[in-house]
């Protein structure tokens, strides 16, 4: 992944920085297009996991939609030039202004997720004199397998209509003269690296359409899945880019649809994840009691998903790339004042000193978008692997385009 022009490149650079793979993102984006057109399914790309305008930018040219949980992701998605037919808009807590401006908007659907927000977007849908489309996030009750800040779709979660409402829900939205009711959402969690949940949501789905069907009588134009598929943290080479076909292939398989009915999914994670990493210079090893600490420039306000959710991504010593024995522990740490500033604990790396480079893999989704100025530190920037040029001006990473 870090060749030596890379690494030339790297160690000129102000530190820490986020590197992307642009080339790697389109072999990803590639690969989804092409998995998801095989059975038609629709995606929209969850702009919450990176929304950095050259990566939107590559994101639209695929064709693929966006997934919004915020006014201002709506905003962002309608300056990036999707069109307002691909966007959907979820969560828990959309303002009212939020509201009127997605109405203004005629997004494709509004993800709702209570009665009471319905009846909010219903008032709304009189006062602008607009049919408002809303899909029913519901809450299956099914359990992700994955860290518990990441699941979603359990009744302790504050996603979702529970399946218990569902009944009285449908009657209610029935009454609402500024709704159309046009389809169902879930979205189970996230860094889901088994297909067991998708299955049991699969079935789950199954059985809630018999009941609309049978009971209601309504006709939904699609079924959206939602995100969640995760991606390999341990081994990133191993797994640069996710195996959509399997995924989808097993959405087929276990996915029971009506007559025109279309399938959405929202990926964030798995599209841009391996994507990304964080480079960071070591400005210490502090040797402490019975610990080693190595020290980086980058910490809590550049990538936060080690202090927020205990995450694990692997380190990489990019200095000594030819070292082949990992025979020093580390405990590598940020330099912001908190206890929680730590990337990981007991990392096994080659004997490393003051000024070596170190990547931090897989933080193209939930890395940059998190960061934060806490003590005031200066944001890190954003290199793209196709905007590197060496003294003559030329590319050292050949220019990609979407064949
Ligand atoms: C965050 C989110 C996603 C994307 O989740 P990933 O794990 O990044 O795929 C999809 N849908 C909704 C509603 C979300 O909140």
Partial sequence: MFNKQLYQFFSQTETPFYYYDMGLLNESLSKLKQAAEKYNYLVHYAIKANANDRILETIKQYGFGIDCVSGNEVKKAIETGIKPE???????????????????????????ESMEEIEVINEWGIKKGEIVPVSLRLNPDIDAIT??????????????????????????????????????????????????????????????????????????????????????????????????????????????LRKNQKVHFELGRAVVGQVGSLISKVLYIKKGVNKRFMILDAGMTDLIRPALYGAQHKIQNISRPEAQIMNYKYDVVGPVCESSDSFDDNVMLP????????????????????????????????????????????????KITVS
Avoid: W
């Fill in 86 to 112: 691909k966007i959907v808009f979820a969560g828990v807590g959309k303002s009212d202004a939020e509201i009127a401006y997605a109405i203004d908007k005629s997004i494709f659907s509004f993800n709702c």
């Fill in 351 to 398: 004997m490393t000193i003051r000024g070596d480079l170190v990547a931090i893999r897989s933080t193209g989704a939930y890395g940059e978008i998190m960061v934060s100025q806490y003590t005031l530190r200066d944001k890190p920037k954003a290199i793209y692997s196709d905007e590197i040029t060496n003294e003559k001006g030329e590319h050292l990473f050949s």
């Fill in 147 to 256: 860290h518990k800040y990441l699941t979603t779709g359990l009744p302790e979660n504050k996603f979702g209509i529970p399946l218990q409402f569902l009944d009285k829900v449908i009657h209610q939205t029935n009454n609402l003269s500024h709704i159309k009711l046009i389809g169902l959402h879930f979205h189970i969690g996230s860094q889901i690296r088994e297909l067991t949940p998708y299955i049991e949501l699969c079935k789950k789905v199954n059985s809630i359409q018999d009941v609309i069907f049978d009971k209601h009588g309504i006709e939904l134009e699609h079924i959206n899945l939602g995100g969640g598929l995760g991606i390999n943290y341990e081994n990133p080479d191993a797994e640069l880019v996710p195996d959509y076909a399997r995924f989808f292939d097993t959405v087929h398989e276990y996915l029971k």
